[in-house]
């Protein structure tokens, strides 16, 4: 896979599924800007990138650091959103400030990254967000996230239309994974949590973050490629 001479901007880069994202395009040749909110984290992830690696604290839901940052460039490729978050509960007794606080971070940071990105977009160029497989197989407790990730992916499509001939527009909708989201679950938790999951699957584990980090690949690389929603789920919509 060649990506010589792109640049790559990945928002969530510093750990994770961006982290391990950062490192295949690095590996294919592309000059890889990073962007996460913690500095510390950043730091570590660049060295373990490698190369030249450009890495830079940034808030998505800071509107005024979002258009600085992006006005300083003058051409990317790519731009890959797997900066996120979740939210479990109970319908009726999630806050509806925290329903809100997902909303702006889960929908409004990628849109708000997507629109400062573009006039700084070459032609022939992507866009990949993240959904997750919530948005079509709802489980219970999870009303606010299934309805934000359904969201994501109606503004996959849009965009895509919209944006036809000038940036393809893709979304990845990944399955459970091994990722530092979950590291503030208690251990023993946190494994009975992969295992039940990995229980229900046909594969019969949760993914590991290089595994969603190949899609995102396919989804930079393949021209043909707009709109679509790729499922990395292990299975599950047709379990």
Known sequence: MELTGKHVVIVGGSS?????????????????????????????????????????????????????????????????VTASTALHGKFEEVPLDQVEALFKSKFLGPYRLVRAALPKMREGGSIVLFSGALSRRPSPNAAALSSINAAVEALTRALA??????????????????????????????????????????????????EIAEGVMLLLSNAFMTGSILDIDGGRSVS
Not at 63 to 73: G, I
Not at 168 to 193: F, H, K
Not at 195 to 207: D, K
Request: proline fraction near 6%; include cysteine.
């Open 161 to 210: 239309k919209e944006l036809a001939g000038r940036v393809r527009v893709n979304c990845i909708s990944p399955g459970m994974t091994r990722t530092p989201a979950y590291d503030g679950i208690p251990e023993p938790t946190r494994s009975a949590m992969y295992e039940n999951a990995a229980r229900t699957l046909p594969v019969g584990r949760v993914a590991e973050p290089r």
């Open 16 to 80: 994770g599924i961006g982290l391990e994202t950062a490192v295949l395009v690095r590996q294919a040749g592309a000059d890889v800007t990073i962007l996460a909110r913690r500095a510390d984290r950043l730091k570590q992830a660049a060295k373990i990138i490698g190369g030249e690696v450009r890495a830079e604290p940034l808030d998505m839901q800071d509107e005024a650091a979002v258009a600085n940052w992006f006005s300083r460039f003058d051409a990317i490729d790519h731009l890959v």
